[in-house]
């Protein structure tokens, strides 16, 4: 008789978006009259910019075509694409990565759920607290978490880092040591950064303590301060302790695309052993390669006229989380994040949990977003809203809480 793996049976149920939505369709229903404004989940709303779309064309084109068919991509990635990304995200940024340290995927998400396969299972991970609940449920569903606690919302075996308002929502070094720790930053859900010198701080650690940083940098293109590190390998001693996850979901618009990418240094090494070279084992045997034609399309991020439109697009969830952020403040609101990121983090006003202040701004104001407790108990009376809307919905939505009486 086959057997489960069990540890699929210790997730407890996600019920954070299931729950929105379900709570957001109930109420629609029973006031078909009322337009809902939705900031809740995190993904864009503009279509893709037309540079992307004139290399989507052109390499179908080339797909038609017996002289310029393409058949099974290389498993790590086309040269043209790992070429451009070497050059512009870490190049022209001071950082030594080559092309061959970097691994093509279909997106973040993928790559950071999949990751901690090249690890033991012995390994203890460190998490901040909220947390893209992604890192924390593919280590469930490896066995390497131990037992869940309902009460208070945490595995035995992870260690949690909380980030709240007295850190400025950046975690500090973690009292218990830890082999592998998730970072994010610009972070979903706060909106938080780190400065370099505080990066710096978190790659020390690690290569003093022996551990692997796994460094979500999905929200890099947001970063508008000056001081604020794009990627990990801005700080000395990366190489020997950090891969970086990266994605072009939100900084070109490819939720819908897929495509995304992990920078896997050849230094970071156990012993003699590069996890590199797992890595590459990994992708090898797993995983067919992003398409040829998205692959293009990624390839157009970095043209000239790709980083002038998308710096645009940036511009203009930017322009609307400024809108968030200054109408929420002079309403009374104590808000964070929206500077560098495209995510608003408020508290609740009075005593709300966070759920509370869902159910009110549905209800008064018919705007949804996301309870922060649905990140991790640390997010408990903080909410999330996003800059993703349309610039119109996210004027309305801000106008119509400002106009709420507490
Ligand atoms: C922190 C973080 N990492 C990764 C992802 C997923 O990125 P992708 O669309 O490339 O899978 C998201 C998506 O919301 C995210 O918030």
New binding site residues.
């Given amino acids: 008789m086959f057997q489960l793996n069990d540890n699929y049976l210790k997730l407890p149920g996600s019920y954070l978006f299931s729950t929105i939505g379900r709570k957001v369709n109930e109420y629609t229903k029973a006031h078909p009259d009322k337009r809902v404004i939705r900031l809740g989940i995190?993904d864009v709303t503009q279509p893709l910019a037309p540079v992307i779309i004139e290399a989507l064309h052109k390499a179908v084109d080339e797909m038609g075509c017996a002289e310029t068919f393409r058949g099974y991509a290389p498993d790590l990635g086309y040269d043209f694409l790992r070429n451009a990304i070497a050059e512009n995200d870490y190049k022209k940024r001071g950082c030594n990565i080559s092309a061959d340290e970097i691994f093509v995927s279909d997106?973040?998400?993928?790559d950071?759920a999949n990751i901690q396969e090249i690890f033991g299972l012995n390994n203890k991970i460190a998490v901040c607290d909220p947390v893209?609940p992604?890192y924390v449920d593919s280590n469930v569903m490896a066995g390497r978490t131990g037992v869940y606690d309902k009460e208070t919302e945490t595995w035995s075996d992870v260690i949690y880092m909380p980030c709240v308002v007295e850190n400025n929502f950046a975690p500090m070094l973690p009292k218990k040591t830890p082999d592998l720790i998730y970072l994010?930053f610009p972070n979903?859900p706060t909106g938080a950064v780190v400065n370099k010198d505080q990066l710096q701080e978190w790659v020390d650690y690690a290569n003093k303590v022996g551990a692997v940083i796994l460094y979500?940098a999905?929200?890099e293109a947001y970063i508008s301060e000056e001081n604020v590190p794009h990627s990990i390998y801005e700080c000395e001693g990366a190489r020997t302790c950090a891969i970086e996850?990266r994605?072009?979901?939100k900084n070109a618009g490819f939720?819908g695309v897929r495509l995304?990418f992990t920078v896997v240094p050849k230094d970071l090494k156990c012993g003699d052993v590069a996890l590199h070279s797992l890595w590459a084992r990994r992708h090898g045997t797993k995983y067919n390669g992003a398409p040829y034609i998205i692959q293009r399309a990624g390839e157009a991020v970095y043209s000239e006229e790709g980083r002038e439109q998308l710096r645009k697009q940036v511009a203009y969830y930017m322009n609307n989380a400024k809108y968030i952020l200054e109408g929420l403040k002079s309403a009374g609101y104590t808000v964070s994040g929206g500077i560098n990121a495209p995510y608003i983090w408020l508290k609740a006003p009075g005593k709300m949990t966070s759920w509370e202040f869902f159910d009110y701004l549905l209800e008064n104001a018919n705007v949804v977003g996301t309870p922060g407790s649905g990140f991790g108990p640390s997010g408990e009376t903080y909410f999330r809203l996003t800059a993703f809307g349309s610039y119109e919905n996210t004027v309305e939505a801000v106008n119509r809480i400002k106009a709420l009486q507490f």
């Fill in positions: 995190g997106g973040a998400k993928c950071s893209y992604v994010c979903n979500d999905a929200y996850l994605s072009f979901s939720t995304g």
